[in-house]
């Protein structure tokens, strides 16, 4: 296996090549995406959790570096990503949300100036436009592509704030939720872990600081009631970041061990295996598809040319794969309806629960505004607006997600059920059926999988034979270009002022709020609705682009090999010798590729 | 020295007769009534000061660093869930007061000096309160009330500290609060604006006071930690969003005020044996409290007895300490003050002392003038007309309220007003405490003659601005108000030389 670039990267040129000899270049597109998902091997941490509790310590102690600025008082106010490279690197990231790739800039700076732009003190609010930080340093622990990113936790975790944390989530491979050993899980906390399990099936409890609190032990037990509690399966890992950095400086390894690191570095190495095998099943996975596809002319070919007389029974069996395949192309193909219907009540039903919880957000808003001078208290009545109707889009934001990614599945399922795979018979005994040596992922919690977990690994790992990696990647893109809570941000009350007219009766004054109240909440529900419908239909438009796409490979296979079959019945007897000579050969090559690919599967996760 | 907020016979008096003419109005509802003479007693009983603050922020611990003794119960979990007063008493005894039915005591259990609450079978839910009677010096002029934490996992708990502070139903329970915050996060901000709603009230602002508790933590326990802590409240104190919700904000470290005001004979053995090994070995003894409890750390001291000390003073009490001790603190007495003084709770006292204690009479009035404001509007009487407009003439003429009610404006960010003339008016309307030397900005000691010049010159400067052609109506209110206060210093000064 060549040594530069990632495991796999040589078997998917290898495959290239033979795809660009067999004339098949619609296959071309999807090992493109293949080689471009290997060469980027990042697995994203996010580090979350309300402000104050070390978040950024932890990181530091993590890669044993000064890359987060850490402050007794100020807060981290920009999201940091720490990853690797050769070099200690330093960059600013600027532009607005949702910009495309040329409306950001970036600026190189060296890691001591990038503390005055990161904290609270150096850059109050973000008013200087900046998206985020991007710290690279050599660290063996982040070789292996691990990425951490420092949230920030202004405000903690009931704020605004939470939504944009939540919106990040889907494209994150792990989660560790900070939280500091002084107390137990607070209700915010609870209610975040809960949210972002639905998101990210891989989440981690961090308790920090425990050299300071000797009862840590009980709060760490009372936390875990407090998961169990609401439902929430994941590691606590107690550490010490002050201790670890001791540790670090002193080499003492004893010290290491009571910092608790190394639970966390482990759970972490794990993190970085399990999107490892990921990453290595879903090439494979992409291998086995693209060379079943080559083969399958061959194969066709093949036989024709050993038992010309049989012909007409495998031409039969060909004739009806291939008209299953149109069918799958047609709009009302199951898999077409699936989507289509599912798409419609989806959109439906994310519509009415906006609806509803903006009803309540009306009702309790109005009832406010009933008993007090609204004039007293705006500026807190907005505040409040703006977080409930953050928290209602985040909510609405996870729930289409998750059906969203319910519906996927289902699609894929119909699809392969209909025959949307390759025809199994012709795989002719020597080679196994492709999911065969793919082991089983080890789901995150495999002894009792909830649901959500269930489904969600079950997402990234296979369905009936298609590949779900790729398609999950680009769901989470799709639903990350779509922020709520930016979009919220932006309208509260943009314009709408409450007039300071002193001589108005209160009365009236109470009308004009609830007025404005019940017209802000319109624009946000008009603009919200309309978002979450394009981001849906986006969503379906990337189904049914892909399953339509596969559909269309599986039909010109097909009639390759029809083709071929025909053109093996006018071979002359003098050259069907050679002819064999010559497929078998080319179905040995194939066959080494998936040799090679199946020892990605069977190889530990080693990238470096 | 009486200060002109203490000596209000005026503004009670009225008071006083404001709340026994609305007693008899609402004769015919006993518990109105009731509730109406309830708060002519409460003008003559101590100050009811209320700690809040979310949970875990150390309201219990703060509480017994003020009594002076460990009386309530505090726990590494959420630990108090009622609603707990304190107050002086001849005897000890702890009253149950359900929410419905007759209150009775409870056995009075204390393990290791603090009180254990048994309900007896009834739920935290049904409890209204616990009343706690306990002799003690440092109850005699306010009871102290602890609340259940706010944002704690249980919503009802946090339901029922709320209804303490800022009741839909009736004035609040508390005059004054110390709100308890270990950062200032937006649900501290939330709950200090709720204290502020209460329509009609004179500037809530001045009965509360902000706590950054736990304050060796945010240093994360190092000995300048308090230093860092200071900085903080600093900051928290010039930030506008905080000037309008309280009046100050004190760094304490709690748990070291705890413990160095109830510190025993055997504890400062313990931490003079410690604080004998070297530099280096100490350093490594206190890296972290595991080490510092781990079975052979030490070769002398029993572990059970450092586990107790470590929950007792903390990481930073510990290092604090033991560096104290090798710098020379070598008596129990010497040690107990240092540690006092460096925990923030002699700084805290005196704002108490300043804030709440010298205004207590017109925190209190203010409470039992809120309370008839609320009954009139909830209950109206043909006959109570006129009692309405004698609370409204007290409300907004007393020149008590007037002078609280400017000193909240002074806070807001916006006054069209040059910051030393904002600064000295808030001094003069006893934004710095209330008693006369404060106000003035002179020692506590000095003489009548000194006071009498400051007065006088206070005094020209602010009518100066009252007559000034170039102000406005507002700013021309505004020094009025100053200027009044500036005179009843003067009257006092002349009366106190008079009579002596």
């Given at each position: 296996m060549s040594t530069v670039g990632p495991p796999g990267l040589d078997v998917v040129d290898r495959l290239i090549r033979l795809v660009e000899a067999g004339d098949r270049r619609d296959l071309l597109q999807r090992l493109a995406h293949t080689r471009r998902r290997l060469l980027d091997p990042t697995v994203r941490v996010l580090v979350v959790g309300e402000?104050?509790?070390?978040k950024s310590l932890l990181i530091n102690a993590l890669v044993d570096a000064h890359v987060c600025p850490v402050d007794d008082d100020i807060a981290t106010a920009l999201p940091t990503e720490v990853s690797y490279s050769k070099t200690p690197t330093a960059t600013l990231v600027r532009g607005v949300?949702?910009?495309s790739d040329a409306e950001i800039t970036r600026v190189q700076l060296s890691l001591d100036e990038l503390a005055s732009y990161v904290s609270e003190a150096g850059n109050p609010a973000d008013r200087q436009g900046l998206l985020r930080a991007e710290v690279g340093i050599p660290r063996q622990i982040l070789a292996d592509g691990l990425a951490l990113v420092d949230t920030t936790g202004v405000g903690g975790l009931s704020s605004v704030h939470t939504t944009s944390t939540l919106a990040a989530l889907p494209t994150a491979d792990a989660v560790l939720l900070v939280s500091d050993a002084s107390q137990e899980y607070s209700e915010p906390e609870i209610d975040f872990l809960r949210q972002a399990m639905k998101l990210c099936p891989n989440v981690a409890c961090v308790l920090t600081k425990i050299d300071l609190y000797p009862q840590w032990r009980r709060i760490s037990e009372l936390d875990r009631v407090h998961l169990a509690g609401a439902n929430v399966e994941a590691d606590l890992l107690p550490v010490s970041s002050t201790l670890r950095l001791h540790a670090m400086r002193a080499e003492d390894k004893q010290l290491d061990d009571e910092s608790g690191f190394p639970a966390l570095v482990r759970y972490l190495h794990n993190a970085v295996a399990q999107a490892d095998r990921l990453s290595r099943r879903s090439v494979a996975h992409d291998v086995f598809t693209v060379t079943d596809h080559l083969a399958v002319s061959l194969r066709t070919e093949l036989q024709a040319q050993r038992d010309p007389e049989g012909g007409t029974a495998l031409m039969a069996e060909l004739e009806a794969a291939k008209s299953r395949a149109e069918n799958l192309q047609r709009r009302t193909s199951r898999w077409q309806q699936t989507l289509s219907d599912g798409m419609t009540d989806l959109t439906a039903d994310i519509e009415f629960d906006l609806r509803d919880r903006m009803r309540q957000v009306v009702r309790t808003g109005e009832a406010a505004l009933e008993q007090a001078d609204p004039h007293a208290i705006w500026e807190q009545f907005t505040e409040w607006l703006g977080q409930q109707l953050a928290a209602a889009t985040s909510d609405n934001f996870v729930w289409a997600n998750q059906r969203a990614q319910s519906i996927a599945q289902q699609v894929a399922v119909h699809f392969a059920e209909d025959g949307g795979e390759l025809l199994p018979e012709l795989r002719l005994g020597a080679t196994p059926t492709t999911l065969d040596a793919v082991p089983e992922l080890a789901a995150p919690h495999a002894d009792d999988p909830k649901l959500v977990g269930k489904l969600l690994t079950g997402m990234r790992g296979s369905y009936g034979g298609m590949i779900m990696f790729g398609m999950l990647t680009m769901l989470a893109g799709a639903a990350s270009m779509f922020n709520p809570v930016s979009l919220v941000a932006g309208l509260v009350l943009g314009g709408k002022t409450l007039r300071d007219d002193k001589h108005s009766r209160l009365k009236r004054q109470q009308a004009e709020a609830q007025m404005l109240l019940r017209r802000q909440i319109d624009d946000v529900t008009f603009h919200v609705s309309k978002e979450c419908r394009d981001r849906l239909r986006q969503v379906q438009r990337l189904l049914r682009d892909h399953f339509s796409e596969v559909a269309t490979e599986l039909q010109r296979s097909l009639i390759e090999s029809i083709q071929a079959a025909e053109k093996a019945a006018h071979t002359e007897d003098s050259q069907r010798q050679q002819r064999i000579n010559r497929l078998n050969a080319e179905l040995a090559q194939i066959d080494t590729v998936r040799q090679d690919a199946r020892a990605l599967l069977a190889a530990p996760g080693n990238r470096s | 020295m009486s200060s002109p907020t203490r000596a209000a016979p005026g503004l009670s008096a009225a008071v006083r007769a404001v709340l026994r003419r609305a007693a008899e109005v609402y004769r015919d509802s006993p518990t109105t009534a009731t509730q109406l003479r309830g708060q002519i007693d409460r003008l003559d009983e101590p100050l009811r000061v209320a700690v809040a603050g979310k949970i875990k922020a150390g309201k219990s611990t703060l509480l017994n660093a003020l009594v002076g003794e460990q009386i309530a119960p505090t726990d590494a979990g959420e630990c108090t869930q009622v609603v707990t007063w304190y107050r002086d008493a001849a005897s000890p005894r702890v009253t149950l007061m359900p929410r419905t039915g007759a209150s009775r005591q409870l056995p009075l259990i204390r393990t290791d000096g603090r009180l254990e609450f048994d309900l007896r079978g009834s739920t935290p839910e049904e409890v209204d309160r616990l009343l706690v009677d306990w002799p003690s010096r440092s109850l005699r002029t306010t009871t102290l009330i602890d609340t259940p934490g706010i944002a704690?996992?249980?919503t009802q708990i946090s339901a029922r500290s709320i209804a303490l502070l800022a009741p839909d139903d009736r004035p609040s329970d508390a005059d004054a609060v110390i709100y308890l915050m270990r950062h200032l996060h937006a649900t501290d901000v939330r709950f200090l604006e709720s204290f502020h709603d209460q329509a009609g009230a004179p500037a809530a602002v001045i009965n509360t006071i902000a706590v950054l508790s736990r304050a060796d933590e945010i240093g994360a326990g190092r000995l300048d930690a308090m230093v860092s802590a200071r900085q903080v409240a600093r900051r928290y104190r010039s930030e506008p969003k905080v000037r309008r919700l309280c009046q100050t904000v004190v760094a304490v470290a709690g748990l070291l005020a705890q413990t160095a005001r109830t510190l025993r004979q055997s504890e400062f053995s313990a931490l003079a044996e410690l604080a004998q090994a070297s530099r280096s070995e100490l350093d490594s003894l206190l890296l972290s409290a595991d080490r510092f409890v781990a079975a052979q750390s030490h070769p002398t001291l029993p572990a059970q007895t450092r586990n107790a000390l470590v929950e007792r003073f903390g990481l930073f009490g510990l290092r604090l300490a033991t560096n104290l001790i090798r710098q020379g603190y070598r008596e129990p007495a010497a040690l107990t003050e240092e540690l006092v003084r460096r925990s923030g709770l002699d700084e805290l006292r005196t704002v108490l002392a300043t804030q709440f204690t010298e205004r207590r009479d017109v925190l209190k009035a203010r409470s039992a003038l809120l309370l008839v404001e609320r009954t009139l509007r909830e209950q109206?009487?043909?006959?109570?007309h006129e009692l309405a407009g004698e609370v409204e003439r007290i409300l907004a003429g007393a020149h008590e309220f007037r002078e609280l009610r400017l000193l909240a404006e002074l806070r807001a960010p916006d006054l069209a007003l040059s910051a030393d003339a904002r600064s000295d008016a808030e001094r003069l309307l006893g934004?710095?405490?209330?008693a006369m030397p404060n106000r003035l900005g002179l020692e506590p000691d000095a003489d009548p003659g000194s006071l009498r010049e400051a007065v006088t010159a206070a005094l020209a400067r602010w009518q100066r601005r009252a007559q000034s052609p170039l102000s406005d109506r507002a700013a021309t209110d505004r020094a009025r108000v100053v200027v009044r206060s500036c005179e009843g210093m003067l009257a006092r000064l002349s009366r106190d030389q008079v009579s002596s």
């Open positions: 402000f104050k509790q070390g949300d949702g910009a | 704690s996992l249980s109206p009487r043909a006959e109570a934004g710095h405490g209330a």
